[in-house]
T-cell receptor, first 112, second 114 residues
C-alpha cells in the first residue's frame, strides 16, 4: 500500500521564480493538506483541499496557491519566490474528517 | 488562532528509562491532539493521538494524557530504545478527526543514550 508520494524530493530555485510541487495521496484518501516546515520548526498549515476545492487556509499569502485533481492528487504553487520560502514542504492526506493525517517525506525547496 | 507550546526542546535519557514531553494549547475549542515522530529526511509519522472525550490512551510503550481543564497534554515513552531517537511534535486541532489544519509545537529532539 503506497503512502503519500511527493515530487520532486529536492528543488533549487532563484528568487522571483515560480515553483510547482506535486503530491499523490495515500490510496483511499480524499483530502490533501500542505504544510511548510522551516529548519528546526514544526510544520505550519498552508491549506487543505477536498473535492477539488480549497476548504481551509492557514496564514500564508496569495503567492501560495494549490489545486486538487479528480484523482485526489494535488499541486502546490508558489509564485514570486522569496529567500524565506526555503523550507521542507510536506503533503498530508486523510480520509475526510474521520482520520488523522499521513504525511509524505516532503520536497526540500531551496531559494537562492 | 491556536498556539501550541512544547517542552523541552531537547531531552536526553538513558536507554531503558522513560521520557516525557509536555505541550500546552491555548484554544479551548481544540479537541484532537496527535503526536508525530520525525526522523531525519522523513516526514512526520503519527504515533498516537487522543480526542478530548478521553483522558488517557496507551499503545504498548507509548501513552498520551490529556488535561482539558489545564489545556495540557503529554507524551510518555517507557523503556526507551535507541530507535526512539527522533524529533517529536505535538499538535492540536479543533476538528474531531484531525482532518483540518493542525497547529504544531516546535518539536522535542529526543536523544536516547546507550
Amino acid at each position: 500500500d503506497a503512502g503519500v508520494t511527493q515530487s520532486p524530493t529536492h528543488l533549487i530555485k532563484t528568487r522571483g521564480q515560480q515553483v510547482t510541487l506535486r503530491c499523490s495521496p495515500k490510496s483511499g484518501h480524499d483530502t490533501v493538506s500542505w504544510y511548510q516546515q522551516a529548519l528546526g520548526q514544526g510544520p505550519q498549515f498552508i491549506f487543505q483541499y477536498y473535492e477539488e476545492e480549497e476548504r481551509q487556509r492557514g496564514n500564508f499569502p496569495d503567492r501560495f496557491s494549490g489545486h486538487q485533481f479528480p484523482n485526489y492528487s494535488s499541486e502546490l504553487n508558489v509564485n514570486a519566490l522569496l529567500l524565506g520560502d526555503s523550507a521542507l514542504y510536506l503533503c498530508a492526506s486523510s480520509l475526510s474528517q474521520l482520520h488523522g493525517y499521513t504525511f509524505g517525506s516532503g520536497t526540500r525547496l531551496t531559494v537562492v | 488562532g491556536e498556539n501550541v507550546e512544547q517542552h523541552p526542546s531537547t531531552l536526553s535519557v538513558q536507554e531503558g528509562d522513560s521520557a516525557v514531553i509536555k505541550c500546552t494549547y491555548s484554544d479551548s475549542a481544540s479537541n484532537y491532539f496527535p503526536w508525530y515522530k520525525q526522523e531525519l529526511g522523513k516526514g512526520p509519522q503519527l504515533i498516537i493521538d487522543i480526542r478530548s472525550n478521553v483522558g488517557e490512551k496507551k499503545d504498548q510503550r507509548i501513552a498520551v494524557t490529556l488535561n482539558k481543564t489545564a489545556k495540557h497534554f503529554s507524551l510518555h515513552i517507557t523503556e526507551t530504545q535507541p530507535e526512539d531517537s527522533a524529533v517529536y511534535f505535538c499538535a492540536a486541532s479543533d476538528s474531531g478527526g484531525g482532518a483540518d489544519g493542525l497547529t504544531f509545537g516546535k518539536g522535542t529532539h529526543l536523544i536516547i543514550q546507550p
